[in-house]
């Protein structure tokens, strides 16, 4: 187990370096100088002299590279080119929003996903299958950007049940928190509830057709414990694979379904940043999804071994 867990380490940590590279050199590759978007009307060669070196725009790449390391390892960075507030501020005011409406965006889709794809598995043939393929296939093709309008229109402005828009701090008032947070999360969750379904449903009828739930009921055992302890269990590989997936996409998926209903998240940060060249608050929203997509799947890996002891052992999950 120690050897599994230091393979699966060593591995996350080249990951996340390689990230670091690909990020710093990628942002720096977009078109444009932002030396021109701070400037304003004032495009003097002077003025653009003094905004480059101001912020080491002027050093050499490799200098660059070597000082936003340095800052990075220390929890710095750097301030935003565009409001000149440290981008650690503005990750730790954005981070939370994010990090709540995806995690719980991916608890609604985990139940809904999950127990639907059991019992279209189960009920194979039967119209609860149906039902359930139904509506994964309608959670596939509805885009999230329509439905949350739909959800605002019938939901916040016609009935009132839910606010339109806005956020809560969860320490401020945990009830108002969730008041705010849960419309967003059940639009967001929807079209990952359909995915994590179907995949569930096929992962479970392979477990179902197995020798060893063959042998299980032949045991006697009630049709509860084969499919919670033998089907079920061992379709979860599956299942956390996917979980884990759409758990880092959220970090920075979110976008779209942040906009509509105004969430003070990543949303805007990230489309602002990108329009404005703000390097610093590119590179630390991309390295920070990166990080989230290392750290998850890490974690996925623990749970692997978990499922399966076989993993430990061997170390592959396939």
């Known amino acids: 187990m120690a050897r599994y867990l230091l393979t699966r380490a060593w591995q996350s940590a080249l990951t996340l370096l390689l990230s670091t590279i690909v990020v710093f050199f990628g942002v720096r590759a977009l078109p444009g100088d932002p030396a021109l978007a701070l400037a304003g009307e004032d495009r003097s060669p002077e003025a653009l002299e003094a905004i480059r070196h101001h912020y080491g725009l002027d050093q050499p790449v490799p200098v660059q590279f070597a000082q936003y390391v340095e800052r990075t390892v220390q929890g710095d960075f750097g301030v935003s080119i565009r409001t000149g507030v440290p981008v650690s501020s503005m990750l730790t005011t954005a981070l939370p929003v994010t990090a709540e409406l995806a995690v719980l965006a991916i608890l609604i889709a985990a139940l809904l996903g999950v127990g639907a794809g059991v019992l279209a598995a189960v009920r194979r043939g039967r119209p609860a299958e149906w039902l359930a393929n139904g509506m994964a296939l309608i959670g596939l093709s509805v885009p999230h950007f329509w439905l949350g309008l739909l959800a605002i229109l019938y939901l916040s402005v016609a009935t009132g049940l839910f ?74 590989i599956v299942v956390v694979t996917i979980v884990g997936l759409q758990l880092g996409g959220l970090i920075s998926g979110a976008v779209v379904t942040e906009q509509i209903f105004g969430l003070p998240g990543f949303g805007k940060m990230t489309i602002d940043a990108v329009f404005q060249r703000d390097y610093p608050v590119i ?18 890996d623990l749970l692997y071994s978990v499922i399966d002891p076989r993993i430990r052992v061997t170390g592959d999950p396939a």
């Open 163 to 236: 606010p339109a828009s806005g956020f809560v701090p969860l320490l401020e008032d945990p009830v108002d928190n969730l008041h705010h947070i849960v419309l967003p999360a059940v639009i967001l969750g929807t079209g990952l509830a359909a995915i994590i379904m179907r995949q569930t449903r096929s992962a479970m009828l392979d477990s179902l057709s197995s020798d060893y739930v063959r042998t299980a009921k032949a045991k006697g055992l009630p049709p509860r414990a084969v499919i919670t302890r033998h089907a079920l269990r061992n379709s979860l």
């Open 283 to 300: 590179q630390a929203v991309v390295l920070l999804t990166a990080t989230a997509y290392i750290v998850i799947n890490f974690f996925v």
